[in-house]
């Protein structure tokens, strides 16, 4: 599937400012075309929003699988970011809750992304070395905290990918009617793995009986 010009020269050097400008322009735009309209969009629609000829975007990305790839690969970069952050924090707990709102926001914002996680494929060479980094990265920032006495013992980076899922489902099927309710049950799975017994009080409100059933009822209308 790897077309080996996703994010570099066909001969392995790095892009030219510009090419590389371009190339998150096609990504930024094809990531905003996905949330809004599916992955089924085409390569035309992608260059025409990112203001660039379908040549360029062809040069980049061989195919949509190849953008949705190129898509991926860059929120990966992103959490890489955002766990480096949460390392760098001076509190180890303050680092795993700083990198799980995050991740509560970006799946309340981008709402193709879960669609993205469920369709790339996860072997893809740009895609594989990324994930390795990545998941070495979580398991540090949950290792410090569970180390400095801030989180339960047991609690392990693939429990941060568990959350992450019920993150994902929770806002996808109440943003648009409770905005921000992902906040709440986020709160809530934090005091389930803080290690401590200090329990403070739950900062978002929760559903009315109304919001439930208008939840409800947009679920069952679902394909």
Partial sequence: MACGCTDGAEDGRPLRADAERNRLRIVAAAKELFAERGLEVSLDDVAAAAGVGVGTVYRRFANRDELIAGVFAQHLRDVSSQVSEALDAPDPWTGVVHLMTWFGSVFAEDRGLGAIMMRVDHSHPD???????????????????????????????????????????????????????WRRYLEIMLEGIRADADRGPLHTPPMTDDQVYEIQQALGKRP
């Fill in 127 to 181: 895609i594989e070395p990324l994930k390795k980094q990545l998941v070495a990265g979580v398991e540090s920032v949950f290792d410090r905290a569970v180390t400095a006495g801030a989180v339960r013992p047991g609690v392990v980076n693939t429990d941060f990918f568990g959350i992450s899922m019920m993150l994902s489902e929770i806002a996808r099927n109440t943003e648009a009617t409770v905005p921000g309710l």
